[in-house]
């Protein structure tokens, strides 16, 4: 094999045309590959990060709606307990009401039935001295 000027001339010529496409072509190629891939990995980390707070979100609002839930729940159950409570009392204060109504129409009817006795007695008495009378005029 011979070397000669035409083959150093071509390693020559190969290795300038190797630097300049170097330079003018895969260079700029290269460094729209990096762009590329640091906007998809910047763009997937930013997604990630927003899934992430997605995912918190909604965990929270899943916490919260259980809370209202259990609050709601709770402020029912003491609306009820309240309402029952009041209830009875309600219901204590007209029965015993009623019983002291009862105990003095009783007591009424009592001293009525003791005077209307007495006045019958009275009537009895009247009676039998003007039986007493009569039989003995």
Do not use: G, H, W
């Not at 997604?47 to 729940?73: G, H, M, W």
């Amino acid at each position: 094999m011979e070397f000669n000027a035409t083959f150093i001339l071509c390693a020559v010529s190969f290795v300038l045309f190797t630097a300049i496409m170097n330079k003018i072509f895969y260079k700029p190629i290269e460094n729209i590959i990096y762009e590329r891939k640091k906007f998809i990995n910047d763009n997937l980390s930013d997604a990630k990060k927003f899934d992430e707070q997605a995912e918190s979100l909604i965990k929270d609002k899943e916490e919260k709606l259980n809370k209202s839930a259990l609050d709601a729940k709770q402020l029912i159950n003491d609306r009820v307990n309240d309402a029952n409570l009041k209830s009875k009392d309600i219901t204590l204060k007209a029965k015993q009401k009623s019983q002291t109504d009862i105990d003095n129409a009783k007591l009424e009817l009592l001293d009525e039935a003791r005077k209307e006795s007495d006045e019958i007695n009275l009537k009895v008495d009247e009676l039998a001295d003007i039986i007493i009378q009569k039989v003995v005029s």
